[in-house]
């Protein structure tokens, strides 16, 4: 069974600049969330879809985060314009359904923002 | 507002002893906890759980222990293996899953 994918797995970028992280959930998990890890914390929840649709983001600052999920598969996570506070390992985790505990992650892609 | 807490930054153990993780909780509403590791470069993988309706889970040389009263969990790993080292997050969710909380995090390292 492929896991999680993400991509890139790394991204320099200058800030005030626009990003944006890819990601594939595990065939079939209906459930995909969006987390940020900055460096000597645990990753924090940024956004929950269940399909298509957004669960939970209220940890998802919406002046420069945003994300889609179409066609409830793949997704992607923007940030415009990136701060230097954003500089953080994003990771993507994917579940079979919102009850399922069990979450699995990708590798993440670390960003840094000079 | 830190609701899951690792107090413990990093470990160091023996290789065959103990190793003892730590992590305290303040939401006394959580009801479902997850141990996950996480070796460099890799997303965080899913160790063990336990409910809040029980004290204690084990899974191989995995054990996991929940005080509700002191709102205090610890996973057990007996006995340690080098493979073991890796950053150990503790995580907590309320009401059947979805949002996982984390701890910070502490770094094992099992020296041979």
């Known amino acids: 069974e492929a896991g999680v994918a993400q991509s890139p797995r790394y991204k320099i970028i200058e800030k005030r600049q626009s990003v944006a992280f890819w990601c594939n959930p595990i065939?079939?998990?209906?459930?995909l969330y969006w987390y940020q890890q900055i460096l000597g914390q645990g990753p924090k929840l940024l956004i929950q879809?269940?399909?298509?649709?957004?669960?939970?983001d209220s940890q998802l600052p919406k002046d420069r985060f945003s994300a889609e999920r179409l066609k409830g598969v793949d997704s992607t996570l923007k940030i415009q314009p990136a701060k230097l506070e954003d500089s953080a390992v994003y990771l993507c985790?994917?579940?079979?359904?919102?009850?399922?505990?069990?979450?699995?992650f990708g590798p993440g892609t670390r960003l840094t923002v000079t | 507002d830190q609701q899951v807490k690792q107090n413990s930054p990093s470990l160091s153990v023996q290789e065959g002893r103990i190793s003892i993780l730590n992590c305290d909780y303040t939401?006394?509403?959580?009801?479902?906890f997850l141990w996950y590791k996480k070796y460099p470069a890799e997303g965080p993988t899913f160790l063990i759980s336990?409910?809040?309706?029980?004290d204690k889970n084990e899974d191989g040389r995995f054990t996991v222990f929940l005080n509700k009263s002191a709102k205090h969990l610890s996973l057990h790993i007996v006995p340690s293996q080098p493979g073991d080292s890796a950053v150990y997050f503790c995580?907590?969710?309320?009401?059947?899953?979805?949002?996982?909380?984390f701890g910070q995090g502490t770094e094992l390292s099992v020296k041979p």
């Open positions: 065939s079939g998990h209906a459930t």
């Open positions: 939401n006394s509403m959580f009801d479902y």
């Open positions: 879809f269940q399909n298509n649709g957004v669960v939970d």
């Open positions: 995580a907590a969710s309320i009401g059947g899953g979805g949002k996982l909380i």
């Open positions: 985790a994917s579940s079979l359904g919102s009850r399922s505990y069990e979450q699995y």
């Open positions: 336990i409910s809040s309706i029980k």
